[in-house]
């Protein structure tokens, strides 16, 4: 493991490659007109620096789609590490495209940085 100097002079370097920023909602459940539960979402992150980059690796996947099967566009998704991520959570980015959280890959950042895998929505 690094030290507080060393991963706070990563960190700094990092953000310097965040060359985006977007929004991460997260999934809550709450009560409708008629007591019935519907999803919504709570934003816990606005404007916060991020990067996304295609995933080349996961380029040939397929995911079901009524009775088709579509390609699934999917991509890494890296945040500072302070940011509230998880598999319940959707991400805008600055362009207006929506992607869902698909997965959290926490052995992969030293804690440097969280990074997860995102999927886009058409």
Avoid at 50 to 78: K, N, V
């Amino acid at each position: 493991m690094f030290n507080a100097s060393i991963l706070r002079t990563v960190r700094h370097r990092l953000e310097q490659y965040l060359n985006d920023t977007c929004t991460i909602e997260q999934a809550t459940t709450a009560a409708d007109q008629y007591g019935s539960s519907v999803q919504t979402w709570s934003t816990t992150a606005e404007d916060t620096p991020c990067r996304i980059i295609r995933d080349a690796s996961q380029s040939g996947a397929t995911q079901q789609i009524g009775s088709r099967e579509a390609l699934r566009q999917q991509y890494r998704l890296i945040v500072i590490i302070d940011v509230n991520l998880d598999v319940d959570c959707r991400v805008t980015d600055s362009s207006g495209n929506v992607y869902d959280v698909v997965e959290i890959e926490v052995n992969l950042t030293d804690s440097m940085y969280k990074s997860a895998i995102i999927a886009r929505r058409d």
